[in-house]
């Protein structure tokens, strides 16, 4: 539909037209990415592209803050924290005549077209501004028939806007607190001590900051940083506003650390929201829980306030993919805008971009606010989503819940499988509490199915696996043996122990093991039991999930602190012209070379998945070649690590070597299992609690349905099922279905859902591609329960 032409205007089987852009945002981790994004998609498509600096100040004040951007302004950003462009609070913004200059403005430089990235405030003032937008023009004598289309990025660290998954900066400012509660769990533990972390997320003053005033209610207090934290770190006691404690709480939370202390723990983590209240509506502040710890119970015990570290820092993979895919669809829906299209907003749903009714967005996100304001507290955390609801409901199951009283009939074992992945810890951790709660009897064993084979079963009980959900690796142990080559052995052990439930946690071996004991059900009846596999993998190759776990914690891994594709570029920024040639792992799986790609902003990334020739090399070498003769000083290259038989990372960087010699070198960086290792991020440690939560009673419904007269006899597909996100959906899939639509020989499954990302990211590297490839976002309508899952799943 549009040929690229960085200088000349769009074409499109409707006639040509200018599209203009111009940025305006507050400062989060992700917005560079977001403006990098807007700015090379705008381009691409041949629109001029301006930035405007100092958020809305800039656009009122107009002169230097309003700047045409070319290819290379937005060049090596997508790293950075904070925001490149500037962001200011603008009084001037909230009055008429100050949205008149702003006018005029963006009429001198022939814009009519805004993406704003920001908060909820910055978009509604972005939305009056458009309604307004006629009658500024008839005041300011100019063109009538001149139309301003809006469109919106959300940016806010709270991930408190109805409408999208995942808000920018959210994921990144989670890092930000995990890092600090695993910083303090040391001198915790070391100590003895409790700690009071008070999470801040407060909507930085709603529309006064940066927007129109008192246009929208007061401030909303933080919820989600809070609630995901607490459950990501496994915190004792958790205070959020719209779940205020029942009368007597001091009561009960004293019981819980005294007991948690008998239990042998050396630490105490309690963590609240700022702006939590009791069931009166009274504030509850950190200082006034510490007070309450130390006379109640003698602990020795801290306040730590986290404050804006939670702003700063670098971001996230996540939220660096996020940023990129939401700027392309918000140049697409700006194309694609008619007189009749309302303001939009891009949101994340599942993994796919959708375009929603700005107005409609922010109602439904006042109406928690008017819930918690008439204290209906229930309805006001089903307002929030079923993430939200998902992950309280969750954190009292684990924080909150004893053991059970009484025994139930049935026993589950649990293993790890294949390479160690982030999040296993606390799928297991989850899993087994989850379990005692339910009153089974729970094992663990070592070393996968081989340490089953070999016996290496023992029974664990709830304080057996504390400490574990922010450990790496496995802690129980992990093989890739297959039960094939111990078949026998294994079925002794079963019987033995009387498992009646399996939970594998592990990547493509633990799917294809499980397999593999459903289909020797009909030569050993002891198999017929029930069993589940976790994915957990930085392969993200098994079947029936579109997120293992682990994949998170890899892509993270080669990016900057933890992020060594991002040191690779500052190292090549400061040499003349070098290239990196960086190999991931993977397998034959993309996934990681992919995503990481994005999200450092590679030139290339080779991957199985996606076949590549001699000619194609040439192509990229050439396209590198060209791009190293300008200002740009640097490159990379990423190669998955079977992504071809022959064209080797050795291969690769002679190729380019020979072909840049003169212009640039290279340099080789394997990262190898560097990939594996490390804490995991709160997205896999979130995940993997979740996943073995919903696995263990989910197997302990389908134990009570196939337990029959003092038996458990499960021959029937479903009861041997991959639990996955898919979309939107948790589901559970059976093995035998899923064999179906598996490549054995390369261990993937038949089609992978990040596929459509390489288009992403071919297009943020200037590769010139047909837009017709590219599949916009389709426009919907928000309702109450639209918020879900991805990464607050």
């Known amino acids: 539909l549009f040929k690229f032409d960085q200088e000349s205007e769009p074409r499109s089987s409707h006639g040509q037209f200018l599209i ?7 400062a989060f981790p992700g917005m560079n990415a977001a403006v990098r994004a807007v700015t090379r998609m705008g381009i691409y498509v041949g629109a001029k592209v301006f930035l405007i600096y ?8 107009g002169g230097d803050n309003i700047k045409q951007a070319n290819w290379l302004s937005v060049s090596n950003i997508i790293q950075l924290g904070g925001t490149v462009i500037g962001s200011a609070r603008c009084k001037a913004f909230t009055t008429r005549a100050g949205r008149l200059r702003a006018a005029r403005n963006l009429v001198e430089h022939g814009i009519t077209n805004l993406c704003v990235i ?7 003032g972005a939305d009056i501004f458009r309604s307004e937008w006629a009658g500024l023009l008839e005041e300011l004598v100019a063109k009538k028939n001149c139309r301003l289309n809006i469109v919106g990025l959300v940016g806010s660290i709270d991930n408190d806007f109805c409408g999208t998954d995942m808000t920018i900066g959210t994921d990144s400012a989670l890092h930000r607190i995990m890092e600090v509660i695993d910083a303090i769990t040391t001198t915790a533990q070391s100590h003895q001590r409790t700690f009071v972390l008070e999470v801040m997320g407060r909507h930085c003053g709603g529309m006064g900051c940066h927007g129109l005033g008192t246009v929208l209610p007061p401030p909303c207090p933080p919820r989600y940083l809070a609630l995901v934290s607490g459950l990501a770190s496994g915190a004792d006691w958790l205070f959020i506003p719209e779940s205020p404690p029942e009368d007597g709480w001091e009561d009960l939370m004293c019981e819980r650390l005294g007991e948690t202390r008998s239990r042998g723990s050396r630490l105490n983590i309690i963590i609240i929201a700022e702006g939590a209240i009791d069931r009166s509506g009274k504030p509850i502040s950190s200082n006034y829980v510490k007070d309450l710890v130390v006379q109640r119970l003698g602990f020795d015990t801290r306040v730590t306030v986290l404050g804006h570290v939670q702003r700063g820092g670098t971001p996230s993979a996540f939220d660096r993919v996020l940023s990129s895919k939401m700027g392309m669809e918000a140049v697409m829906a700006l194309l694609e805008a008619t007189p009749d299209t309302p303001a939009c907003v891009v949101s994340l749903s599942g993994n796919q971009s959708v375009r929603l009714p700005l107005m409609e967005c922010v109602q439904v996100t006042k109406d928690v606010q008017k819930a918690m304001d008439e204290k209906r507290f229930e309805e006001a955390i089903q307002l929030r989503g079923r993430s939200f609801e998902n992950n309280w409901n969750i954190y009292k199951l684990l924080a909150h819940q004893k053991p059970a009283q009484e025994k139930s009939p049935f026993s589950m074992a649990i293993l790890n499988v294949g390479a160690p992945a982030a999040g296993m810890n606390a799928a297991v951790r989850s899993a087994v509490r989850i379990g005692i709660c339910q009153g089974h009897t729970i094992y663990v064993v070592s070393d996968g199915f081989e340490g089953l084979a ?7 009980g709830w304080h057996d696996v504390a400490g574990w959900l922010g450990r790496g690796g496995s802690m129980l142990g992990t093989k890739r043996t297959l039960p094939k080559t111990c078949m026998e052995k294994i079925v002794e052990n079963v019987r033995k122990f009387n498992i009646q439930g399996l939970l594998v946690i592990g990547g ?4 294809e093991g499980v397999l593999q004991l459903v289909e020797a059900r009909g030569q050993y009846e002891e198999l017929c039991i029930v069993m589940c596999v976790i994915p957990a993998t930085i392969s993200n190759n098994v079947p029936g999930t579109d997120f293992s776990l682990g994949s998170d914690t890899a892509v993270n891994a080669a990016m900057e602190v933890r992020d060594t594709c991002d040191r690779i570029k500052q190292s090549a920024s400061g040499t003349k012209r070098r290239v990196f040639i960086v190999e991931t792992m993977g397998g034959y799986c993309g996934y990681l070379s992919t995503v990481t790609g994005i999200a450092v902003g590679a030139d290339a990334a080779y991957v199985y998945e996606d076949p590549f020739t001699i000619h194609d090399l040439k192509a990229n070498v050439e396209h590198l070649t060209d791009k190293m003769k300008t200002d740009i000083q640097r490159g990379l290259v990423l190669r998955n690590e079977k992504c071809h038989e022959h064209y080797t990372t050795e291969f690769l960087y002679n190729l380019y070597s020979s072909e840049g010699k003169g212009i640039f070198d290279c ?22 609690t979740k996943l073995g939560v919903k696995a263990v009673l989910w197997m302990s419904e389908k134990l009570q349905q196939v337990y029959t007269k003092g038996r458990v006899f499960a021959n029937s597909g479903d009861t041997a099922c991959v639990i996955g ?3 939107k959906v948790v589901a559970f899939s059976p093995v035998t279905e899923l064999k179906k639509v598996t490549d054995f020989e390369h261990r993937l499954p038949q089609e992978q859902w990040w596929l459509n990302l390489r288009l992403m990211l071919k297009m943020l590297a200037n590769y010139q591609i047909s837009l017709t490839e590219y599949i916009s976002g389709q426009m919907e309508h928000v309702t109450r329960r639209t918020l879900s899952i991805e990464k607050g799943f």
């Open 20 to 26: 203009h852009l111009t940025v305006s945002h507050i």
């Open 454 to 460: 070999k016996g290496q079963v023992r029974e664990v």
């Open 118 to 124: 920001g908060g909820d405030g910055s978009l509604t």
């Open 508 to 511: 493509f071996e633990a799917y």
């Open 667 to 688: 340099r080789i960086n394997v990262l190898g299992h560097l990939q594996q290792g490390g804490a995991p991020t709160p997205f896999d440690r979130n995940y993997g």
């Open 54 to 61: 100092e958020g809305y100040e800039g656009l009122v004040e």
């Open 725 to 727: 996100l898919r979309k």
